[in-house]
């Protein structure tokens, strides 16, 4: 059976987007030191990275994504946006694809310490990626939470570089990983953010929410088993400080199924929200898609015919936020006055699990806020 989307009764009340500093992708390179096969002794230079991967900067920020407070502070920003305090919050959902600690959801216990999170509030912790966003909602949903806050960050630049921003040795030159020979695309796509939002519940609200793992059925093909980001180190299988476990610890992308689930995804969650809700697209203001890369993205707007306005981007600048993606686009329409308090949004996502969603909300700010970004 087709994933249908069901009720949604959530408003968008409060956001807030971190970013790092935005380097050109010319100056990343000359940073990272990604070695050249072609010409041995060589690194590669920005532009032939632009041209491989379609990024032309990056958010990258080791310094200010040193803890967790960064993050800390994105969610009370995203509070103060709704006009909300930690008391009114009653769940919390965290998403990350790179939690500052491993084990038993520590990095959701420590953020909820920082916020002043009464201690009866449930922390959810999401080892998850692109699709972070529309499981959080997913879940809200199926919680019938009357205030949720969510919590979403990514932050390659801590744990694929060194102090000095060079690669470090497992992503630079790493035969072990299935994926190894490929390893510095990782961190030279995928960028540092932080984002949270708050969803309050009002029965009045006709939205939508759409997930999907895309395990039994993939539309009318079989199942995707391919996680797409195969992270494979530091679990039983190759726990840490056993030979080969710090080069199986890094994130190695499987592009070409990337490139297919994306394609496919996408088009399964526009497909559903229109048998849902015809003409969908003309009720929401804007359509928020996840920044994979630059090709995939356009791919998709033009097989749907939707415009660079009324679905913006920022992977070619920004590079791949991960869950964050989403957000900063919101974030940046409001600074620009492109998005106004009412105004109806769509977010679509795909990401590795696999997993999709989408969801589709009114945007109520009271007190927006321009998003956090370091020079």
Known sequence: MPTAPSPFPYALTGAHTTLGPVLTMDAWAKLARVPDRRHPGNVLDGSFITRLLGVEGKSWGPDQFATPETVAATARAALASAGRTASDITAVVVVTCNPYQTLLDQDAFALMRMLDIPDHVLPLQLGAGCAGLARAAALVAQLATERALVIAYSVPSRISCDDDGALLPTYRDNPIHPFGKNMWASPALFSDAAAAMVLERDEEIDGLVLYSRDSQSFGTEPGVEDPLIHFLGGGTQHPAGAPGAAEMACFGMNAPEIGRYYSGGMMLNHQALEAAR??????????????????????????????????????????????????????????????????????????????????????????????????
């Open 278 to 375: 015809p003409g969908y697209l003309d009720d929401v203001h804007r359509v928020y898609t996840h920044q994979a890369n630059p090709a995939l993205v356009e791919e998709f707007l033009q097989a749907t015919g939707l415009t660079p306005e009324q679905a913006p981007s920022n992977v070619r600048q920004l590079g791949n936020t991960v869950s964050p993606s989403t957000l900063a686009l919101l974030h940046a329409d409001q600074a620009a006055g492109n998005l106004t308090h009412g105004d109806r949004a769509c977010f679509s996502v795909v990401g590795s699990g696999p997993e999709r969603g989408a969801f589709i909300t009114p945007v109520r700010i009271p007190h927006p806020q321009p998003p956090t970004t370091s020079a």
